[in-house]
């Protein structure tokens, strides 16, 4: 947890921008940061996990760890309306401190672990361009494969109802799949999106990904969207992320 602290400027700008928003929104805090040896991670994180629920619980939804194929570990915190992770962000300084004294071995082991500081960035969920299915439920998918891109900013209204009426044309397919997308508000230029694919794993993920794609070439209409989407997105990365378990 080494470098973890938001400058003082960051915590201001985000207690004061995002309180001041008065519809609920769900708001994600991602943290990316690397180190030498991931099951050292993994064998930390179930205690670091439960100290944090027992500290921070009252302000967020839902939360996760993944290990990534490009070296990564991303930290996933989820929040529900704005007003949650404005007091989150305001407190979290005390946390750090605290949990530095109550899992002392724990933090010094994770900090002689990182080689790379954590990056925070703030995410905004777009439910109009996110796929869940009904019985969708985030602890039964092990596997994201995640795409973070940029549009251009005079673009994005043209890209957005493009992913809309592709989506409407899957559905109408009976293309069934799971995928959450996110806009950058901070850490990240605010045309940057990340698309998020669940699956069981990431076999399951290529597997009945080669199944839609069959079934979505026979819709010439959509491809040709998804061509003009494709033209629009400027790739920054792709990875695999795997799951850590919280026990």
């Known amino acids: 947890m080494k470098k973890t602290l938001f400058p ?30 991931t099951d050292i991670y993994k ?7 439960n100290w944090s629920n027992t500290h921070s619980g009252k302000f967020i ?21 704005d007003k949650n992770f404005g007091e989150f962000v305001a407190t979290q300084n005390d946390r750090l401190i605290q949990i530095r004294k109550d899992l002392k071995e724990i933090i010094k082991e994770n900090n002689d672990n990182t080689t790379l500081p954590v990056v925070r960035s703030a ?46 044309a899957d559905k109408a397919s009976g293309i069934k799949y799971n995928v959450v997308v996110y806009k950058a508000e901070f850490g990240y230029p605010v045309n940057t999106y990340m698309a998020l694919y669940q699956d069981k794993s990431r076999l399951d993920y290529y597997k009945h990904q080669d199944e839609r794609n069959a079934t979505r070439k026979i819709n010439k209409e959509r491809m040709e969207m998804t061509k003009k989407m494709s033209l629009l997105q400027t790739m920054i990365r792709v990875d695999h992320l795997d799951r850590i378990p919280n026990q």
């Not at 207690?15 to 040896?37: F, H, N, P, W, Y």
């Not at 939360?63 to 529900?80: C, D, M, N, P, Q």
């Not at 969920?125 to 005079?154: C, G, H, W």
Request: aromatic letters at 14%; a neutral charge; glycine letters at 4%.
């Open 8 to 37: 003082l400027l960051i915590l201001v700008f985000m207690k004061c921008s995002l309180l001041a928003q008065d519809t609920e929104r769900t708001i994600m805090l991602l943290g990316e940061t690397k180190v030498s040896d």
């Open 43 to 49: 064998k930390n994180y179930p205690a670091i996990y």
């Open 61 to 81: 939804w839902q939360r996760g760890a993944h290990v990534s194929e490009a070296g990564f570990i991303y930290t996933l915190i989820f929040f529900k309306g």
């Open 123 to 168: 995410w905004v969920l777009m439910n109009k361009l996110s796929v869940l299915q009904p019985d969708f439920k985030i602890e039964d998918y092990d596997f994201r494969k995640m795409n973070i891109f940029t549009v251009p900013s005079n673009k994005i209204g043209e890209y957005e109802s493009l992913l809309e009426k592709v989506n409407e």
